[in-house]
């Protein structure tokens, strides 16, 4: 099975980059290629992944234990599974830098507060004593994330970080991402299912479908005129909290594919309400389409007049 | 139908209620120990009406007891106090057969598709069972109703024997939402529908429930935490914390001109689709974490973490007041926020 088939992108240093797609798009895979941590009996067959000149993809086990978490740092969905239960918040963060030798143990053990202070936890210098079922779900991911900024890492990827949590403490986390991105420079990838929260972080947006890159391009470009019919219609089928009148959403029909087995031609064709014969049989390359935005269709958006009134 | 008649229709209700829920109190008990135990106040004192072929939206966080409500309207829990009624019959003073046979109008969509059907069942019996446990149609007629229900619920008829596992979780929301409808109820509480469900196929079962309801003339609480698609669903929308509602109206009135700070709060969290808004708009970010339920916050329960709280708010509690055509907030200082 292919989960990620030939993706290649960039991320410049202090970029915002947000990778959506649907379950089984291999928006997760990816970024775990990208750490080498893809699980067994998964395995990188081809390509690169350059952490500047350096191949990720090629490191000895050394090197790359020193590139986990000091260069590139990673947070998960559910801060509960990723915290050790029995140890104090204070020493886990502690750890997380000791085990990069930035830092020398005392200057660890006095970097946990001012990091802690950093990600807005409050009362922190009483709370690095609490261990994690004391944090709210929130807490929890803040603590998360001063673990992950802790050896001040260039790149930090987050991966659904505020799906298990309520809107409120979602807003809280994605503003503090955004202020730490800018505060520390770090770049930050973010994966999500949810096209909302990209909108409200990113400066640019990677979109899966079926392990591909189907479209990818500066934020505004992807949210204004999408070219791919996947972008297009993912963007028409959630309703907006700034909707005035009651339209009804664009769905669209059937199922992500099998990976195991993909139809032939465009791998989204059998949903596409825009395809055209070729569709069936050739697979598309990625190409440019505006600038900075490529995507993976023989039709493209712009072609289409009255997109809305097409039926699938 | 056109879009025109269709939204023309959602508006359209006659405003007769179907169900009234007065005053009701669900109270859990936590724990034993020596001085006795916890209690956590789930829903606290909860006045609704939910009128004939309306959506009402019941919106809040997690834990904030709107889960508990909806059961409790349906009777899958009993009341700590307070009465439900249906159709002026109050549910919590009725028992046995006669409450039976009203549960036949009043069913429940579940959140998680994978654990709320059984694994063992073939489709067709699992959407089949309450026509058998009503009597209703048996053999050959059962299997029709069956199938007719799958039709207008998109799934295939054909697949009435096989087993849960062989469907993605968009079509097991299908057969969820058939289970609901074989009994042709009136009343439907759909419990976060669409929240375990990809992007692309949230859409669908969307629209689904919105055919229908347009089809069936059917009423609908729909619960749920995302409040674009509370809105996008329902008539009027209801905002609960902390066990208790403390806005309601019509989800015009409460989009443009949210009264309550918490809704306030809640809609400058959701982020919406657009950059270019995004870039402009900023959430307004509580401080605090959510109070326990197990001893609330006198008073005004979102005091702890209003933004504008003032001594009032802790020392008297705001009663769910109506502030202009039947758009109630409970707050000392509505719409200041």
Redesign the interface.
């Known amino acids: 099975m292919t989960a990620v088939d030939g993706i290649s992108f960039n991320i410049d240093r202090g970029e915002r980059v947000g990778i959506v797609g649907?379950?089984g798009s291999g928006k997760t895979m990816t970024a775990l290629s990208l750490l080498r941590l893809v699980p067994e009996p998964g395995r990188i067959t081809k390509g690169r992944i350059l952490f500047g000149e350096r191949d990720v993809v090629h490191m000895t086990d050394e090197e790359i234990r020193e590139y986990r978490g000091a260069d590139v740092a990673m947070i998960f969905q559910d801060p509960m599974t990723s915290l050790n239960p029995v140890l104090r918040v204070g020493f886990q963060i502690e750890e997380a830098m000791a085990a990069h030798r930035r830092f020398t143990r005392r200057q660890a053990q006095e970097r946990v507060v001012p990091i802690m202070k950093r990600v807005r936890i409050?009362a922190a210098a009483q709370r690095i004593r609490d261990y994690p079922h004391q944090f709210?779900g929130g807490?929890r991911q803040r603590v998360m994330i001063a673990m992950g900024l802790s050896n001040e890492p260039s790149l930090l990827i987050a991966d659904e970080p505020t799906t298990a949590l309520?809107?409120?403490v979602?807003?809280?986390i994605?503003?503090l991402l955004r202020d730490l991105s800018r505060e520390m420079g770090a770049a930050v990838i973010l994966i999500t299912?949810?096209?909302?929260?990209i909108?409200?972080l990113c400066d640019r947006v990677i979109v899966m479908y079926a392990g591909r890159i189907v479209e990818e391009g500066p934020?505004?470009a992807i949210?204004?005129s999408p070219q791919h019919p996947y972008t297009w219609?993912?963007?028409r089928?959630?309703?907006?909290?700034?909707?005035r009148?009651?339209?009804?959403?664009?769905?669209?029909?059937g199922?992500?594919p099998d990976l195991s087995n993909l139809p032939p031609g465009c791998k989204f064709h059998p949903?596409c309400r825009f395809r055209i014969d070729r569709c069936f049989k050739e697979e598309p390359e990625l190409e440019n389409v505006g600038p900075g935005q490529d995507a993976r269709c023989w039709v493209l958006m712009r072609n289409v007049t009255e997109p809305e009134a097409v039926k699938s | 139908m056109t879009a025109v008649a269709s939204s023309a229709a959602r508006t359209d209700t006659d405003a007769t209620p179907l169900i009234r829920v007065e005053n009701v109190v669900k109270h859990f008990a936590v724990g034993s120990g020596l001085i006795g135990h916890a209690v956590v106040h789930a829903v606290d004192g909860v006045d609704l009406v939910v009128n004939t072929g309306e959506t009402l939206g019941l919106v809040g966080e997690s834990g904030c007891g709107k889960s508990t409500l909806g059961r409790v309207i349906v009777q899958l829990q009993p009341a700590t106090s307070g009465h439900v009624y249906f159709k002026d019959v109050d549910l919590t003073r009725t028992r046995g057969e006669k409450l039976r046979r009203l549960r036949q109008q009043m069913q429940m969509i579940f959140q998680d598709p994978y654990a709320s059907l059984n694994p063992r069942m073939a489709v067709g019996d699992i959407i089949g069972e309450p026509l058998h446990n009503f009597g209703l149609a048996r053999g050959r007629e059962a299997n029709k109703r069956v199938q007719d229900v799958m039709r207008v619920c998109g799934l295939n008829p054909g697949f009435i024997n096989r087993y849960p596992h062989e469907f993605s979780g968009g079509q097991r929301q299908r057969i969820g939402i058939a289970r609901a409808l074989v009994l042709n109820p009136s009343f439907i509480v759909a419990d976060e529908p669409v929240s375990a469900l990809d992007v692309s196929i949230q859409a669908q079962i969307v629209n689904l429930m919105e055919d229908l309801q347009d089809r069936f003339h059917l009423t609908f609480l729909f619960i749920a935490h995302d409040l674009s698609v509370v809105h996008h669903m329902s008539d009027r929308i209801a905002v609960m914390y902390l066990g208790k509602i403390v806005e309601l109206g019509s989800t015009a009135a409460v989009r443009d001109k949210p009264l309550h700070p918490y809704t306030k709060v809640l809609q400058s969290s959701v982020p919406i689709p657009d950059p270019d808004l995004e870039s402009s708009r900023h959430p307004i970010l509580l401080t605090g974490e959510i109070p326990s339920p197990v001893n609330p916050p006198s008073a005004c329960r979102f005091h702890t973490r209003c933004p504008i709280a003032q001594p009032i708010c802790s020392e008297v509690e705001p009663p769910l007041e109506s502030n202009s055509d039947g758009h109630l907030a409970a707050c000392h200082f509505p719409g200041k926020l």
């Not at chain 1, 299912?193 to 929260?197: K, Q």
């Not at chain 1, 089928?237 to 909707?243: I, K, M, V, Y």
Request: aromatic content about 2%; hydrophobic content about 35%.
């Open positions: 649907e379950s409050p709210s807490m309520d809107v409120t979602q807003a809280s994605i503003e299912h949810n096209l909302s929260v909108a409200s934020t505004r949210f204004k219609s993912l963007l089928s959630l309703p907006r909290l700034d909707e009148e009651h339209e009804k959403l664009i769905s669209i029909s199922l992500p949903r």
